[in-house]
């Protein structure tokens, strides 16, 4: 499987790591995924973006980067976090706001926002610290590899296929389009897909049971 590394990635990204992800009394069988290290910067996607559901509905949440000579041809390993910029302090107030009533809050939250507060130099190495952080807390064992080279045509390539501006059919396709339960639900309806600490935060440890649950064999 080969993915673009995503900032609090969306469900639909965990979800397709679920998928190949086996645990039995007697085994673990890992994902494997490789992610793109090879790519160039891709501005309005989910690689300095994610989306969580609000009091005022969805809202998305940005990592402002640093708008160098050429940005967009910069490898995506050598973007660097902008913090002229008080971003960090927003996402934590915008995250507490959204989910300071949900079940497990309180469990995962001072973890999140220790790594935010981590001031990485590089937008790379934070995304990689929260997914490496959310794969543990969701219990999904995954060997991670980089790219070593760009290459268009590969097998079960997701890329592309998980991104803000297209229709992500993912979760449709593993069978796990539908409800569990969020906070503001009763005002704006079920809001599928947001970034995977939406499930964590409202379902905790029963993350996995639901992410393993409509996967199609």
């Known amino acids: 499987m080969l993915l673009s590394v995503a900032y ?20 673990v069988i890992p994902s494997v995924v490789h ?73 995962y939250r001072d973890d999140i926002f220790s790594i935010l507060e981590s001031r990485y130099e590089r937008l790379w190495d934070l995304d990689l610290a929260l997914i490496e952080y959310l794969l ?7 060997r991670i590899c980089f790219t070593q080279d760009y290459s268009k045509d590969v097998p079960d ?6 991104h803000p501006k297209r229709k992500d059919t993912v979760l449709e396709d593993l069978g796990l389009e539908k409800p569990y339960f969020q906070v503001f639900s009763c005002k704006y309806g079920f809001q599928p897909n947001l970034s995977a600490i939406d499930l964590l935060f409202n379902e905790g440890p029963a993350s996995i049971s639901f992410l393993k649950s409509g996967i199609r064999k």
């Open 157 to 162: 390539d997701l890329r592309e296929v998980i």
């Open 35 to 107: 992610l793109e290290a090879c790519e160039n910067y891709q501005k309005q996607s989910w690689r300095n973006r994610c989306r969580i559901l609000t009091a005022n509905g969805p809202e998305n949440l940005l990592v402002p980067v640093v708008h160098e000579g050429g940005t967009f041809k910069l490898p995506i390993t050598s973007i660097r976090i902008d913090y002229s910029e008080p971003w960090v302090t927003r996402t934590e107030r915008a995250i507490s706001s959204a989910y300071d009533t949900s079940p497990f809050f309180e469990h």
């Open 8 to 27: 609090f990635p969306p469900l639909s990204w965990f979800a397709a790591l679920a998928r190949d992800f086996t645990l039995s009394a007697d085994r």
């Open 136 to 142: 543990d807390k969701f219990g999904i064992a995954a």
